[in-house]
């Protein structure tokens, strides 16, 4: 794994709700990794579908039960001599197939991009980010239903 390293959580609340132009429930249905048209950087591309529209203030309109792709960079390639190599940014997870997240996303002009999120299991939460060092692990474990709450009141 090559991870890159930056610190690109400063100046990011736990729950970036003004950063975001779309914060979304979403289940991953499907994800891929490429490599830039200009070779310089992996990115991934999941397939979700949308659960529940939390906020829209920018980019197209998404609803509930829309499927849209959102982007992060990092990911897993294939090169043509058959090595995979695994590019990550540092203290940066990537969401996994079948399992359901809230996602906070910015507009990039052409699609979304995740500025972070949260899985949701067995109505607990988990932070996709950090190893419970960064602001995001203050979510750690809490009930889904607490934590909707406080987003919900963040957005309002």
């Known amino acids: 794994m090559l991870p890159l390293n930056s610190h690109w959580w400063k100046g ?17 249905l499907d994800a891929k990794a490429y490599l830039s048209s200009n070779r310089t950087a992996v990115y991934s591309e999941y397939l979700t579908f949308l659960e529940e529209v939390l906020k829209n203030t920018n980019g197209p309109a998404i609803n509930v039960g829309d499927t849209i792709a959102v982007e992060r960079l990092g990911g897993s390639v294939r090169f043509p001599s058959g090595k995979i190599q695994d590019y990550r940014i540092s203290k940066q997870s990537l969401p996994s197939n079948d399992r359901e997240y809230t996602l906070f ?3 990039n002009g052409n699609g979304y991009d995740i500025i972070t999120g949260y899985l949701i299991k067995n109505g607990r939460i988990s932070p996709l980010d950090g190893d419970g060092d960064l602001q995001f692990g203050k ?10 709450g406080e987003l919900r009141n963040a957005i309002s």
């Open 12 to 28: 990011i609340p736990a729950l970036p709700t003004a950063e975001s132009d779309a914060i979304v429930i979403a289940k991953v």
């Open 105 to 107: 996303l910015k507009y």
């Open 139 to 148: 979510y750690e474990g809490r009930t889904f239903e607490s934590f909707l």
